[in-house]
Protein backbone atom coordinates (compact mmCIF):
# COMPACT_ATOMS: atom_id res chain seq x y z
CA UNK A 1 0.00 0.00 0.00
CA UNK A 2 1.20 3.49 -0.58
CA UNK A 3 2.25 5.43 2.33
CA UNK A 4 1.10 9.28 2.94
CA UNK A 5 1.99 11.61 -0.48
CA UNK A 6 2.38 15.03 -0.37
CA UNK A 7 3.38 17.35 -3.22
CA UNK A 8 5.06 18.99 -3.96
CA UNK A 9 8.28 18.13 -2.45
CA UNK A 10 9.97 21.56 -2.55
CA UNK A 11 9.12 25.18 -2.96
CA UNK A 12 10.39 28.47 -3.08
CA UNK A 13 8.01 31.25 -2.79
CA UNK A 14 8.38 35.00 -2.24
CA UNK A 15 7.37 36.88 0.86
CA UNK A 16 3.38 38.11 0.73
CA UNK A 17 2.27 34.98 -2.03
CA UNK A 18 0.48 32.35 -1.40
CA UNK A 19 1.33 28.88 -0.96
CA UNK A 20 -1.22 25.40 -1.06
CA UNK A 21 0.37 22.59 -0.06
CA UNK A 22 -1.38 19.12 -0.89
CA UNK A 23 -1.74 15.69 0.94
CA UNK A 24 -3.16 12.28 0.16
CA UNK A 25 -3.58 10.00 3.00
CA UNK A 26 -3.17 6.19 3.46
CA UNK A 27 -6.40 4.19 2.38
CA UNK A 28 -9.00 3.76 4.48
CA UNK A 29 -7.31 6.75 6.97
CA UNK A 30 -10.05 9.05 7.44
CA UNK A 31 -7.99 11.56 9.70
CA UNK A 32 -5.32 13.75 8.16
CA UNK A 33 -3.02 16.43 10.20
CA UNK A 34 -0.49 18.84 9.50
CA UNK A 35 2.67 19.81 11.07
CA UNK A 36 5.44 22.08 11.29
CA UNK A 37 9.14 21.43 11.54
CA UNK A 38 11.28 24.32 11.77
CA UNK A 39 15.01 23.31 11.10
CA UNK A 40 16.11 22.33 14.02
CA UNK A 41 13.13 22.01 15.59
CA UNK A 42 10.33 18.94 16.66
CA UNK A 43 7.25 19.13 14.76
CA UNK A 44 4.19 21.69 15.79
CA UNK A 45 0.94 20.53 15.66
CA UNK A 46 -1.42 23.13 12.56
CA UNK A 47 -4.66 21.17 12.34
CA UNK A 48 -6.37 18.36 12.56
CA UNK A 49 -8.85 17.03 10.03
CA UNK A 50 -11.53 14.09 10.73
CA UNK A 51 -14.07 12.88 8.42
CA UNK A 52 -13.82 16.46 6.70
CA UNK A 53 -14.43 18.68 9.50
CA UNK A 54 -11.58 20.86 11.83
CA UNK A 55 -10.80 18.71 14.74
CA UNK A 56 -7.92 20.89 16.26
CA UNK A 57 -6.27 23.66 15.28
CA UNK A 58 -2.53 24.85 17.21
CA UNK A 59 -1.75 28.17 17.73
CA UNK A 60 -0.77 29.61 14.33
CA UNK A 61 -2.36 32.55 12.88
CA UNK A 62 -5.35 32.89 10.66
CA UNK A 63 -3.11 32.87 7.57
CA UNK A 64 -3.26 29.28 8.12
CA UNK A 65 -5.98 27.60 6.72
CA UNK A 66 -6.68 23.80 5.68
CA UNK A 67 -9.38 21.58 4.13
CA UNK A 68 -10.26 17.98 3.81
CA UNK A 69 -12.24 16.77 0.57
CA UNK A 70 -14.53 13.67 0.44
CA UNK A 71 -11.90 11.32 -0.80
CA UNK A 72 -10.23 12.40 2.81
CA UNK A 73 -7.14 14.02 0.94
CA UNK A 74 -6.20 17.63 2.30
CA UNK A 75 -4.83 20.75 1.49
CA UNK A 76 -2.92 23.46 3.68
CA UNK A 77 -2.84 26.88 2.49
CA UNK A 78 -0.58 30.09 3.49
CA UNK A 79 -1.19 33.20 2.74
CA UNK A 80 0.80 36.41 2.66
CA UNK A 81 4.40 34.34 3.49
CA UNK A 82 6.56 35.43 6.03
CA UNK A 83 10.36 34.37 6.17
CA UNK A 84 9.32 32.82 9.38
CA UNK A 85 7.29 30.31 7.29
CA UNK A 86 9.89 28.36 6.12
CA UNK A 87 10.14 25.17 7.16
CA UNK A 88 9.46 21.42 6.41
CA UNK A 89 5.08 20.25 6.57
CA UNK A 90 4.38 17.48 7.33
CA UNK A 91 1.15 15.83 6.82
CA UNK A 92 0.01 12.34 8.50
CA UNK A 93 -2.97 10.37 8.56
CA UNK A 94 -4.86 7.88 10.42
CA UNK A 95 -7.24 5.53 10.39
CA UNK A 96 -9.48 6.86 13.21
CA UNK A 97 -9.50 10.25 15.05
CA UNK A 98 -7.25 8.58 17.63
CA UNK A 99 -5.22 5.97 15.61
CA UNK A 100 -1.05 6.87 15.36
CA UNK A 101 -0.27 8.77 12.70
CA UNK A 102 1.49 7.70 10.09
CA UNK A 103 3.87 10.72 8.39
CA UNK A 104 4.80 11.55 4.49
CA UNK A 105 8.40 12.88 3.85
CA UNK A 106 6.91 16.50 3.74
CA UNK A 107 7.12 19.93 1.71
CA UNK A 108 9.84 21.51 2.19
CA UNK A 109 9.35 25.47 1.79
CA UNK A 110 11.83 28.33 1.47
CA UNK A 111 10.37 31.87 1.73
CA UNK A 112 12.62 34.20 0.23
CA UNK B 1 -0.44 22.61 28.80
CA UNK B 2 1.67 19.53 27.71
CA UNK B 3 5.12 19.21 26.83
CA UNK B 4 7.89 17.54 25.96
CA UNK B 5 11.57 17.58 27.01
CA UNK B 6 14.66 15.69 25.77
CA UNK B 7 17.62 16.51 27.49
CA UNK B 8 19.94 15.75 25.02
CA UNK B 9 20.12 17.46 21.61
CA UNK B 10 23.32 15.07 20.31
CA UNK B 11 24.36 11.46 21.40
CA UNK B 12 27.30 9.68 20.13
CA UNK B 13 27.74 6.24 20.50
CA UNK B 14 30.07 3.33 18.96
CA UNK B 15 28.40 0.99 16.64
CA UNK B 16 27.69 -2.25 18.99
CA UNK B 17 27.08 0.16 21.87
CA UNK B 18 24.00 0.22 24.31
CA UNK B 19 21.70 3.37 23.37
CA UNK B 20 19.37 5.71 26.23
CA UNK B 21 17.64 8.62 25.18
CA UNK B 22 15.93 10.54 27.64
CA UNK B 23 12.61 11.86 27.44
CA UNK B 24 10.32 13.91 30.47
CA UNK B 25 6.72 15.06 29.32
CA UNK B 26 4.21 16.91 31.61
CA UNK B 27 0.50 15.97 31.04
CA UNK B 28 -2.48 16.11 33.78
CA UNK B 29 -3.76 12.86 32.94
CA UNK B 30 -2.65 9.66 31.75
CA UNK B 31 -0.83 10.12 28.45
CA UNK B 32 -0.62 8.87 24.57
CA UNK B 33 3.50 8.52 24.85
CA UNK B 34 5.25 8.12 21.49
CA UNK B 35 8.48 7.77 19.63
CA UNK B 36 9.11 9.16 15.90
CA UNK B 37 12.57 8.30 14.39
CA UNK B 38 13.48 11.16 11.08
CA UNK B 39 16.03 9.75 8.79
CA UNK B 40 17.62 13.67 6.66
CA UNK B 41 14.81 14.48 4.59
CA UNK B 42 12.58 12.12 5.15
CA UNK B 43 9.49 12.46 7.17
CA UNK B 44 8.90 10.78 11.07
CA UNK B 45 8.57 6.87 11.01
CA UNK B 46 6.86 5.71 14.57
CA UNK B 47 8.82 3.23 16.54
CA UNK B 48 6.67 2.10 19.31
CA UNK B 49 3.40 3.86 21.40
CA UNK B 50 2.32 3.52 24.94
CA UNK B 51 -1.42 4.09 25.94
CA UNK B 52 -1.96 1.84 28.63
CA UNK B 53 -0.91 -1.63 30.40
CA UNK B 54 2.39 -2.51 30.54
CA UNK B 55 4.72 -0.21 31.10
CA UNK B 56 7.57 -1.57 28.84
CA UNK B 57 6.71 -1.57 25.26
CA UNK B 58 9.05 -2.80 22.80
CA UNK B 59 8.78 -1.36 19.02
CA UNK B 60 10.23 -2.01 15.80
CA UNK B 61 14.18 -2.14 14.94
CA UNK B 62 15.48 -3.89 18.28
CA UNK B 63 13.64 -0.71 20.15
CA UNK B 64 12.13 -0.52 23.25
CA UNK B 65 11.24 2.32 25.80
CA UNK B 66 9.97 1.99 29.48
CA UNK B 67 6.74 4.59 30.58
CA UNK B 68 7.94 5.84 34.44
CA UNK B 69 4.76 7.77 35.66
CA UNK B 70 6.83 8.74 39.22
CA UNK B 71 9.58 10.40 36.94
CA UNK B 72 7.11 11.81 34.13
CA UNK B 73 9.51 9.70 31.59
CA UNK B 74 9.39 7.55 28.69
CA UNK B 75 12.83 7.02 27.85
CA UNK B 76 14.07 4.86 24.72
CA UNK B 77 16.89 1.97 24.62
CA UNK B 78 18.33 -0.20 22.09
CA UNK B 79 20.86 -2.54 23.27
CA UNK B 80 23.07 -2.55 20.36
CA UNK B 81 23.21 -0.03 18.26
CA UNK B 82 23.80 -0.52 14.31
CA UNK B 83 25.17 2.28 11.91
CA UNK B 84 21.81 2.75 10.32
CA UNK B 85 20.29 3.80 13.40
CA UNK B 86 21.90 7.31 13.05
CA UNK B 87 19.23 9.43 13.18
CA UNK B 88 17.04 12.34 14.61
CA UNK B 89 14.47 10.46 17.48
CA UNK B 90 11.63 12.83 18.83
CA UNK B 91 9.85 11.85 21.70
CA UNK B 92 5.66 13.03 22.03
CA UNK B 93 2.47 13.32 24.06
CA UNK B 94 -0.66 12.55 22.75
CA UNK B 95 -3.79 14.09 24.49
CA UNK B 96 -6.31 11.54 24.74
CA UNK B 97 -9.41 14.10 24.56
CA UNK B 98 -7.91 16.37 21.53
CA UNK B 99 -7.45 12.99 18.80
CA UNK B 100 -4.33 13.34 16.88
CA UNK B 101 -2.58 16.07 18.26
CA UNK B 102 1.09 15.10 19.30
CA UNK B 103 3.26 17.88 21.10
CA UNK B 104 7.41 16.74 20.28
CA UNK B 105 10.34 17.10 21.63
CA UNK B 106 13.21 18.87 19.97
CA UNK B 107 14.53 15.42 19.53
CA UNK B 108 17.65 13.56 19.88
CA UNK B 109 20.51 13.24 17.32
CA UNK B 110 22.18 10.06 17.14
CA UNK B 111 25.68 9.63 15.43
CA UNK B 112 27.10 6.25 15.08
CA UNK B 113 30.84 5.56 15.23
CA UNK B 114 32.05 2.83 13.32
Known amino acids: DAGVTQSPTHLIKTRGQQVTLRCSPISGHKSVSWYQQVLGQGPQFIFQYYEKEERGRGNFPDRFSARQFPNYSSELNVNALLLGDSALYLCASSQENNSPLHFGNGTRLTVT | AQSVTQPDIHITVSEGASLELRCNYSYGATPYLFWYVQSPGQGLQLLLK??????LVQGIKGFEAEFKRSQSSFNLRKPSVHWSDAAEYFCAVGDQAAGNKLTFGGGTRVLVKP
Open chain 2, 50 to 55: YFSGDT
